[in-house]
């Protein structure tokens, strides 16, 4: 048990609406063990502690916080892929001297879930070098993140597992949507112009046609993927008939998301978490994957995925894939396999904070 005087700040990307990231801060907060006094960076601080009871101080000022790290005994990276440059390099910036601050106030560290990179610069690489050596535990949800740690110099242990994403580790749903809407969880990425968009749009309407279903657009991130389908008919690269059967959904919980998977007849994911929460209701799934983390999970549930990368301009053979897919859940066998490759999280977790905590025990603190 960690004593209530312990204060944990947990850094990520949360309160920004993202259905993705509201899920990943339910996860781990849910594995921490009773006790624990948590701190989490939010941007929308107001929806952060009223949704999930915690303190929160602002993600996007370091002043604000470097002093909710002051506050507090430990720092964890929860979840998501926060040691990257795609963003930007002043991202990575943010999270290292967010490390060397608590490394600097002798404070441990967990990278908790964490996928590492893309690191495009190589003195992003040296740096990141450098904060896994101060790190003291960490947990990466695919082979590759791992595989990356270990060439920059991170020697693996046992506090330091691979395991499926954390937000396997939610509870399981129910499917009974056979017969249900098609349901799509999309985003805008520069992987897919004007022909790209027309290729998917027909095939989504040659699906939606041949099988009488209604089409139901759920926004996952809301500052990037509200109003797309509005747009996309606006821009002319949607059929007329495709926009007569859709809906845009508007949800604000993970739960919801699930709820919405649980009724559908097929969920098309282009959103990682989306396919994750989609398959944790057992609904039948196919993916878009824009990033090879899509692909990845894609083929931990083996349902299919088309990579945006190599797409065919040919809406009838994409149209074929999916309708092959409609109203057939994932495999139970696939999905138990994920949840329990996740819980290698959880038992990192308890591990490093039952160190921690000993540690502390022993001072007197």
């Not at 990141?128 to 790190?135: D, G, H, K």
């Not at 039952?354 to 603190?365: A, D, E, H, V, Y």
Request: proline content about 5%.
């Amino acid at each position: 048990m960690v004593s209530n005087s312990k204060k944990l700040l947990i850094c990520g990307y949360y309160g920004e609406h993202n259905l993705g990231d509201d899920a990943l801060l339910q996860a781990l907060l849910a594995d921490l063990p009773a006790g624990c006094s948590v701190v989490v960076t939010a941007a929308d601080e107001a929806q952060v502690r009223k949704r999930f009871g915690v303190q929160t101080c602002n993600r996007r000022s370091f002043v604000n916080t470097f002093k909710g790290l002051i506050r507090c005994n430990f720092l964890i990276f929860g979840g998501g892929s926060l040691l990257q440059d795609s963003t930007s390099f002043k991202s990575l910036l943010f999270y290292s001297a967010l490390i060397i601050a608590a490394r600097l106030q002798g404070k441990s560290i967990l990278l908790w879930g964490q996928g590492l990179g893309p690191l495009r610069r190589w003195y992003s690489r040296l740096l990141v070098r450098l904060l896994l050596a101060n790190v003291q535990s960490a947990s990466w949800r695919d082979p590759d993140s791992a595989a990356l740690a270990k060439e920059l110099g991170r020697n693996p242990t046992p506090s330091d597992p691979v395991g499926a994403d954390p937000v396997w580790g939610l509870a399981r749903g129910h499917w009974r949507g056979k017969g249900g809407a098609i349901v799509l969880a999309w985003r805008p990425t520069p992987l897919l112009q004007a022909p790209q968009w027309r290729t998917l749009l027909w095939a989504v309407s040659l699906l939606a046609q041949q099988s009488e279903r209604q089409v139901l657009w759920l926004p996952f991130h809301a500052n990037q993927d509200r109003g797309m389908l509005l747009d996309l008919y606006q821009k002319g690269f949607m059929p007329e008939a495709l926009w007569q059967c859709s809906r845009e959904l508007n949800l604000e919980r993970p739960e919801e998301a699930m709820a919405e998977a649980s009724l559908s007849g097929l969920v098309i994911a282009m959103r990682l978490h989306a396919l994750i929460l989609a398959a944790l209701t057992g609904a039948p799934c196919a993916a878009l994957s824009y990033d090879p983390k899509v692909s990845a999970a894609a083929a931990g549930l083996s349902c299919q995925c088309l990579d945006l990368v190599l797409l065919q301009n040919d809406p009838e053979q994409i149209k074929n894939i999916w309708i092959n897919q409609l109203d057939k859940p994932l495999s139970s066998n696939q999905i138990e396999s994920q949840i329990n490759s996740s819980k290698k999280h959880h038992r990192g977790l308890a591990l490093e904070l039952g160190q921690i905590n000993s540690k502390l025990f022993s001072k007197g603190t």
